[in-house]
């Protein structure tokens, strides 16, 4: 029942490493993102796709790869994960474009050891 | 070394009192303003909207004031409950198109005392 649900919740791995985060949404919506939350709980947008187009692509480093098999789902890959990606990963969706209100996942605790 | 911790503006109000977080906002043309509380281990949730041909809106037990003149946008909680405990946030949009986004503000921590 759960609107948006990404997974895994936790995620620790080794520097170097290439991991996955997975976000699908049940509400129907066009349009998906990803965001970023430091440890100082600062909330910053990466990347949002509408019907599997990618629109916004922030200055994000090309290690970070989404993407959209269909308009449910928007995973993101990391390659040669680095420390300071530790952070909390939010996946979150809306209706279309437009919509202002945006609907957020629970969260992917990452830790890069 | 030097250690990192959480430094949120913080708010304590006591079971019952009203609490009123406040956010500065950034861009003198942002049209839409929102509240999203954050719970501990969870992700951030829509509370109340306003856009900014508006100054008050009134949800169930919040209010969300906004003061363009100032850039400044406030929301108030009535009657705070232990459930309230949580981060907030303030968002604003701005633009159009494709470069239409929210931007997060940074949050504050609201603890509700007993």
């Known amino acids: 029942d759960t609107a948006v649900s990404q997974t895994p919740k936790y995620l620790v791995t080794q520097m170097g490493n290439d991991k996955s985060i997975k976000c699908e949404q049940n509400l129907g919506h066009d349009t998906m993102y990803w965001y970023k939350q430091d440890p100082k709980k600062f909330l910053k947008i990466m990347f949002s796709?509408?019907?599997?187009?990618?629109?916004i692509n922030e200055t994000v480093p090309n290690r970070f790869s989404p993407k959209s098999p269909d308009k449910a789902h928007l995973n993101l890959h990391i390659n040669s994960l680095e420390l300071g990606d530790s952070a909390v990963y939010f996946c979150a969706s809306s209706q279309d474009l437009g919509s202002e209100k945006l609907f957020f996942g629970s969260g992917t605790q990452l830790s890069v050891l | 070394g030097e250690s990192v911790g959480l430094h949120l503006p913080t708010l304590s109000v006591q079971e019952g009192d009203n609490s009123i977080i406040n956010c500065a906002y950034s861009?003198?043309?942002?049209?839409?303003f929102i509240w999203y509380k954050q719970e501990s281990g969870k992700g951030p949730q829509f509370i109340i909207d306003?856009?900014?041909?508006?100054d008050k809106r009134q949800g169930q037990r919040v209010t969300v004031l906004l003061n363009k003149t100032v850039k400044h946008l406030s929301l108030q909680i009535a009657a705070t409950q232990p459930g309230d405990s949580a981060v907030y946030f303030c968002?604003?949009?701005f633009g159009a198109g494709s470069a239409r986004q929210l931007t997060f503000g940074s949050g504050t921590q609201l603890t509700v005392l007993p």
């Open positions: 968002a604003e949009k």
């Open positions: 861009n003198s043309a942002s049209d839409y």
């Open positions: 796709y509408n019907n599997k187009e990618l629109i």
């Open positions: 306003i856009r900014s041909n508006m």
